[in-house]
């Protein structure tokens, strides 16, 4: 005998709300086996059942609408379906690990800094979050072996390397209008490409000469954390720099 329990009974029996059998009977995913006249709602040991493999869907990840269509198919395919579901727990997985990795990197770079620029700050979060595309864009300029080079870094060589960043970048910022030929600014673009040395393992003449000249960078993977303002005064005492240590851009 199938016995029948009001909704009220039904949900304290299945450790689950009425307000959330009303929504599965709303979205056509469990009806109540019983409606009476007056519109009271019994559930019976099927729909036991049911709500059972609803409730596993769900800890599997599933949706609420392909759970909905899981249960309704006569051609379910289960091991096609959980192998389907494992992938996108897998990358899942991987987006929450980058996610973490992200936010511990955030916390590193505000560590000491008490103020900062929230323009140069998101640019750095950005670059971590796209770290797979920038590789991918890379070596469409650089040999694959000079790309792995470059983020072959240990997880505290990167935290380091972005702060040094942070603080070039913050440091430029209150220098801006400055002579960009002044020893302030010049020595910090001596450090800076002391720096971008360190990380891409070339030196900055076969970096530059690696580089094609009609370069098109993406703006999406690659931003700038300066304004258009700063970019030109920043590109003036690059040249300044280059110019006195040899390296000729227009002779490229």
Not at 165 to 179: A, I, N, P, R
Not at 209 to 233: Q, R, V
Request: hydrophobic letters at 35%; a negative charge.
């Amino acid at each position: 005998m199938n016995t029948t329990y009001p909704i009220g009974e039904f949900a304290k029996k299945t450790m689950t709300t009425v307000r959330t059998l009303h929504y599965y009977d709303e979205i056509g995913i469990l009806h109540p086996s019983l409606v009476s006249e007056k519109g009271r709602r019994y559930y019976t040991d099927d729909d036991i059942i049911t709500l059972q493999k609803i409730i596993s869907l769900k800890f599997l990840g599933f949706s609420l609408d392909e759970i909905k269509e899981l249960i309704n198919s006569s051609n379910w395919d289960l091991k096609e379906s959980l192998q389907y579901q494992k992938q996108k727990m897998i990358e899942k997985q991987s987006q929450i690990k980058q996610m973490i990795k992200t936010l511990d990197h955030a916390i590193h770079l505000v560590d000491d800094n008490k103020k900062v620029d929230s323009s140069i700050f998101i640019f750095l979060i950005h670059m971590i979050q796209n770290e797979d595309e920038q590789k991918e864009w890379l070596k469409t300029i650089f040999d694959e072996e000079k790309v792995q080079k470059m983020y072959l870094h240990s997880d505290e060589k990167q935290k380091q390397i972005e702060k040094s960043f942070l603080e070039f970048s913050s440091t430029l910022k209150g220098l801006y209008g400055k002579d960009p030929g002044c020893y302030e600014v010049q020595q910090l673009i001596y450090e800076y490409i002391q720096l971008t040395e360190e990380v891409s393992g070339m030196n900055i003449t076969t970096l530059l000469e690696d580089i094609p000249e009609n370069i098109d960078d993406d703006p999406w993977l690659f931003p700038s954390p300066f304004t258009k303002e700063e970019e030109e005064w920043l590109a003036k005492a690059f040249d300044i720099y280059l110019t006195k240590i040899g390296v000729n851009l227009n002779g490229r």
